[in-house]
RNA sequence: GCUCCCAUCGUCUAGCGGUCUAGGACGUCGCCCUCUCACGGCGAAAACAGGGGUUCGAGUCCCCUUGGGAGCGCCA
C-alpha cells in the first residue's frame, strides 16, 4: 500500500519569486508529477507586516509563467491561526508545551550572557516548571514548547543523509506569541500535517528548522513527514543570491527574453542530473527525476550557460510556436510593446515571419531576437550605425547602383533568383560576393550583422529593399 | 562563538573501490564552413583542496586540516 506523494510549495509572500524559491517549487513539482501525486501551494502570510497582496500576485504569476501548477486552491496561512492555537492546546493539556512569561529584556539579557559565555544564544527555560502564580502581573505569555534537553533529534533527510542534532542545542521554541498569534515553526507543522503533506523539500536553510520541527509533530504525536532539503543558489561571485544580494525575481528573467522551458530546464540541472544530459524536455524531466539524484553542494548561477540553452530551445521551437511564444512575452520585452505597435503599423508581420529562422538561429534570448529584427521596423531613409557606414565606400555605392539596376528587373522575387543577380553583378564587376554583400547589407539594415543578406531581401520585399539599396548607392552618372 | 552541511576543470556536473593516463556541458582558444554575425563541425588548454589512514587497490570509505555555506528571533 503505497501512499499518495504529496508536496508543497510554501513561498512567504514577502518580495517576488526569487530564482531560488523556483527552483525550489520546480523541484516539488517534479518530484509530485514523476510520483503521479501532487503539490500544493500554500502562502505563508502569518507575518503580517511584510506579506503584501502585491508579493502574493508576483508569485503566482511568476509560477503560472514557469509552468509549475498546482493542485487545488493555495492555503493562506494566516487564515489558520485558529487551527494552531488549538493545536497549541493539545500541547498544553499533555504538557509539553507551557506558558513564559519572559519579558523581551530578559531574552535579550539571556542572550548577551550566552553569548559572552561562548555558548548558543538560547532561552534558558526558566518558565518550564513554574507554576501559573508566579505569572507577574499584567503580563501575557507566550507559548513554548518543552522540548527534549537530552538525547538527540535525528532528520532522516532524502538529500542531506541522516543529520543528528544534540537536543542540547535546541531551545524552547515559542509556538504562540504573547499576543496570541502563531509563529512560523508552529504552523508549518500544524499545516503540513493537516493538509497531507507526505515530502516536504526546501532549502537547506530549513535544515536546522527541521529538528525543531521534527520536535513539535513529536509532541503532536504525529508523523514527521519525509524531508529533502536542498542545496542553496550562489551568484556568480559565489557569495549568496539571496533578495538581499541581487537575486532576480523570475519575472526579470522573462523581461530578459528567456523561455520557461528553458529556464525550468536550466535549474532542473543545477544541482540534480541525470547522467550527462544537459538538454531534456520537461517531460523527461518529470520521468527521470528522483531525489536520490540531487546533490549536496550549492551551485552558482551561470547566466551564460542559461543563455546557451535558452538559445538551443529557441532553434529547436518551431516558427509558429516562437512567434506566438514571442507574442506572449513582448509586453514584457523591454522596447517590446513599441515594437509590437510597429510592425502592427506597418504591416510588416509577415516580414517578421518569413525573417525568423534566420532570426532565431542568432539569437539567445527574445530581446536578441526583437533586437535583431528591428531593421524590419526601421523606416526609409535609414539610419546607418557607425560600424556599418565604413561599408559603404564610394566604390561600394557604385556597385549598389549597378545592384538595383538588374535587382528591379527580376521575377519573381526569390532568395535564389537574387542571389544569383548578386552574385552576376559581383562577377561583373570582378570583386568577391563578400564586397557587394556587405554593403548592401549596411544599406538594407543600416547594420554589419544580420541574417543571411538574400533572406533579408525577400523579407523585407522588392519595393522596401530596392528603396533602401538606392537610398545609399551612388546617383545616376551625368551622361 | 556554537551547531549542522558541503568540497571533481573558471562554472554546472558524470563518477556510487579496480573499466579514471577522470567523461559531458557552458565559457575560453585554434581550425573548418562562409555574404556578415550566428549556427554547425573538428580540435586544444582546463579539475579529483591538503594531509593522514583503511584496502591488494581510493576521485570513490574513515579521520584531521583548510576553504566555502547555512542556522542559532515572540521573521518566515
Known amino acids: 500500500m ?52 502585491a508579493a502574493i500576485a508576483a508569485i503566482l504569476d511568476g509560477l503560472q509563467w514557469l509552468g509549475l501548477d498546482w493542485d487545488g486552491e493555495p492555503t493562506f496561512q494566516f487564515a489558520r491561526a485558529d487551527r494552531h492555537r488549538e493545536a497549541v492546546e493539545q500541547m498544553l493539556a499533555a504538557g509539553r508545551a507551557y506558558r513564559c512569561y519572559a519579558s523581551a529584556e530578559e531574552l535579550e539579557q539571556m542572550r548577551a550572557t550566552a553569548q559572552a559565555e561562548g555558548r548558543p544564544p538560547r532561552y534558558d527555560g526558566r518558565w518550564r516548571d513554574r507554576p501559573a502564580s508566579e505569572a507577574p502581573e499584567g503580563r501575557a505569555p507566550a507559548i513554548r514548547l518543552k522540548a527534549p534537553t537530552e538525547g538527540e533529534t535525528v532528520i532522516d533527510d532524502l538529500v542531506q543523509g541522516r543529520v543528528v542534532i544534540p537536543n542540547k542545542d535546541l531551545d ?9 498569534t502563531p509563529t512560523y515553526m508552529l504552523a508549518v507543522v500544524v499545516d503540513d500535517h493537516d493538509m497531507g503533506v507526505t515530502h516536504v523539500i526546501r532549502g537547506v536553510d530549513h535544515l536546522t528548522n527541521a529538528a525543531r520541527q521534527t520536535q513539535i509533530y513529536e509532541a503532536m504525536g504525529w508523523a514527521v513527514p519525509k524531508m529533502a532539503h536542498i542545496p542553496l543558489i550562489h551568484g556568480p561571485d559565489g557569495a549568496k543570491l539571496s533578495k538581499r544580494h541581487g537575486a532576480l525575481g523570475v519575472e526579470a528573467y522573462r523581461e530578459m527574453g528567456f523561455l520557461p522551458a528553458a529556464l525550468r530546464n536550466y535549474l532542473a540541472r543545477l544541482g540534480w542530473s541525470h547522467g550527462d544530459d544537459e538538454i531534456f524536455s520537461t517531460e523527461q524531466a518529470v520521468a527521470w527525476f528522483d531525489i536520490g539524484s540531487v546533490g549536496r553542494s550549492a551551485a552558482r548561477f551561470d547566466l551564460l550557460k542559461l543563455q546557451n540553452l535558452n538559445g538551443h530551445y529557441m532553434r529547436d521551437t518551431p516558427d509558429d510556436e516562437l512567434m506566438a511564444a514571442l507574442k506572449t512575452a513582448l509586453p514584457h520585452l523591454p522596447g517590446g510593446p513599441d515594437f509590437s505597435a510597429r510592425l502592427d503599423a506597418s504591416g510588416r508581420w509577415e516580414a517578421f515571419r518569413l525573417a525568423l529562422p534566420g532570426l532565431k538561429e542568432r539569437a539567445k534570448t527574445l530581446v536578441e531576437l526583437v533586437d535583431g529584427a528591428r531593421f524590419l521596423i526601421d523606416e526609409r531613409p535609414l539610419a546607418v550605425e557607425p560600424a556599418a557606414a565604413g561599408l559603404l565606400t564610394s566604390d561600394a555605392r557604385d556597385l549598389l547602383a549597378r545592384l538595383s539596376e538588374r535587382l528591379s528587373a527580376l521575377e519573381p522575387w526569390t532568395a535564389e533568383g537574387a542571389e544569383a543577380v548578386v552574385r552576376a553583378v559581383a562577377d561583373d564587376a570582378g570583386v568577391k560576393l563578400g564586397a557587394l554583400a556587405q554593403p548592401l547589407r549596411a544599406a538594407l539594415t543600416g547594420r554589419k550583422t544580420s541574417p543571411g543578406i538574400f533572406d533579408v531581401l525577400v523579407a523585407l520585399g522588392r519595393e522596401e529593399s530596392l528603396g533602401r539599396i538606392e537610398d545609399q548607392a551612388s546617383p545616376p552618372r551625368a551622361a
Not at 25 to 37: H, I, M, S
Not at 40 to 46: A, K, N, Q, S, V
Not at 172 to 180: A, I, P, W
Open 172 to 180: 524552547d521554541l515559542v509556538l504562540l506569541r504573547s499576543d496570541g
Open 2 to 53: 503505497t501512499e499518495t506523494v504529496v508536496t508543497r510549495f510554501a513561498p512567504s509572500p514577502t518580495g517576488f519569486l526569487h530564482i531560488g524559491g523556483a527552483r525550489t517549487a520546480l523541484f516539488n513539482w517534479l518530484f509530485a508529477k514523476a510520483q503521479g501525486g501532487k503539490m500544493l501551494l500554500r502562502i505563508e502570510d502569518t507575518d503580517r507586516a511584510r506579506s503584501t497582496e
